[in-house]
């Protein structure tokens, strides 16, 4: 069975004024999704701002997460540019109950393909049979995989999904076209996640639903089933959602959002800082209208 598919979360982390963690919030932000109808959640994530997250904080989310979770599988973002870093982070994830990793390419240093092979191979070994997803994510990371390294990743068992935020629909596609059965192709952007269904995906990790998690859920759900005419109908009145949750880097216009709900507040540790007026007067907009 293929797993992590459907409707994933990148869950944002809140904090207080003073830059600690908002625990209360984060527990929020979980149930508010949860309640939305959410599938798997990803905590420590891109959208959770992990690269500012401290070591000593990283517990304390992952074991929050589950608490909350229920039944709901939890996936932890456990990547590094530094591999023992990465493998370290993972171990920790599967000792505290994660059902699974998101583990981003390495970052910076720019492996080769062989690179990559040893990269994840290192990590999967340290949390022998946690289920691992692969993230590609060449706009933060500066490394594409294409869908020819891939194809060497797919032969590490434990390398079961892979999470496509390249923004590219035909290497989607390719990737689609050469998924071994048993592997798992995951939308990473809510703008592409109808097409990447089209193409052959079978869910979305998304921003979109920290904000809006059961009209994204109605979106994935409309896809994955084939019903064309409403998917693209629910596609569209998302469609200036998801253009304004990316007016500005991610999340910040993310934390806007939910502070705007009263779900949380929007501060961000530095180097990212709040929304600018127009961002959230735009955002404010969006969200008294809704989603028809």
């Avoid at 994933?8 to 982390?13: D, E, G, P, R």
């Avoid at 990803?42 to 000593?56: D, H, K, N």
């Amino acid at each position: 069975m293929n797993l992590f598919t459907g409707l994933s979360v990148a869950l944002a982390t809140p904090f207080t004024p003073e830059f600690a963690v908002d625990m209360p919030a984060f527990r929020r932000v979980v149930r508010h999704t949860l309640d939305g109808g959410v599938e798997n959640l990803v905590v420590l994530g891109s959208t959770g701002e992990a690269a500012t997250i401290l070591e000593a904080e990283r517990d304390a989310l992952i074991t929050a997460c589950l608490e909350e979770a229920g039944k709901v599988p939890v996936i932890v973002g456990t990547g590094s540019n530094a591999t023992h870093q990465a493998a370290a982070w993972t171990r920790r994830a599967q000792e505290l109950g994660a059902q699974g990793a998101l583990v981003v390419t390495p970052y910076y240093n720019k492996p080769t393909p062989g690179g990559l092979v040893a990269h994840y191979q290192a990590v999967t070994q340290a949390a022998p049979g946690l289920p691992v997803i692969i993230y590609n994510v060449p706009g933060r990371t500066g490394l594409n995989v294409l869908p020819a390294t891939l194809a060497m990743l797919w032969a590490n068992p434990q390398l079961v999904a892979v999470k496509e935020s390249s923004g590219n629909l035909a290497q989607i596609a390719e990737v689609a076209r050469t998924l071994p059965a048993g592997k798992t192709l995951l939308s990473g952007d809510d703008n592409l996640a109808l097409a990447s269904i089209a193409v052959g995906a079978s869910g979305l990790v998304s921003v979109l639903a920290n904000v809006l998690p059961a009209e994204t859920r109605r979106l994935v759900d409309l896809a994955l089933a084939g019903k064309r005419e409403q998917a693209i109908a629910q596609h569209q009145a998302l469609l200036p959602f998801m253009d304004a949750l990316f007016l500005e880097s991610n999340p910040i216009p993310t934390k806007a959002a939910l502070a705007l709900k009263g779900i949380c507040g929007d501060t961000l540790r530095l180097p990212l800082v709040a929304a600018s007026a127009a961002t959230r007067a735009r955002l404010g907009e969006l969200l008294a209208v809704g989603v028809a």
